[in-house]
């Protein structure tokens, strides 16, 4: 069993910066790739940033030149770092580990509780 612990969330003004963090603990056996998603409220969970464990990484469209995801594969830990923000990535993000995160992958079932991130105008 895997457990995925976010931190790093907030309520920030627009143009603002914040750091999300995803520590991995539990049975983990190999470092495997790790992503953040959100879901905004009545929308659908989406990728926001993945990568692998070779340091690949792949982002949606709407978070390029602005989000950037990062790992430290001694502490099993993703991190994001969104700057720029605006008040459509108001959503809760979530960690997930093991998935394919490429164009056309899917998540695991491994998700972490989530953070709140809100963004004012």
């Known amino acids: 069993q895997v457990q995925l612990v976010e931190s790093g969330g907030g309520l920030v003004q627009a143009g603002g910066s914040l750091r999300l963090s995803c520590a991995a603990a539990?049975?983990?056996?190999?470092?495997?790739?790790m992503a953040w998603h959100r879901q905004a409220p009545r929308k659908q969970r989406e990728m926001v940033a993945g990568?692998?464990?070779?340091?690949?990484?792949n982002y949606a469209e709407s978070v390029k030149g602005r989000f950037t995801i990062s790992r430290d594969n001694a502490k099993n830990t993703v991190y994001l770092q969104m700057s720029s923000l605006k008040p459509e990535d108001t959503a809760v993000y979530y960690c997930n580990w093991g998935g394919d995160y490429s164009d056309y992958g899917t998540p695991s079932d491994y998700w972490g509780q989530g953070t709140q991130v809100t963004i004012s105008s």
């Open positions: 539990g049975s983990i056996f190999a470092i495997a790739a």
């Open positions: 990568i692998t464990r070779e340091g690949k990484t």
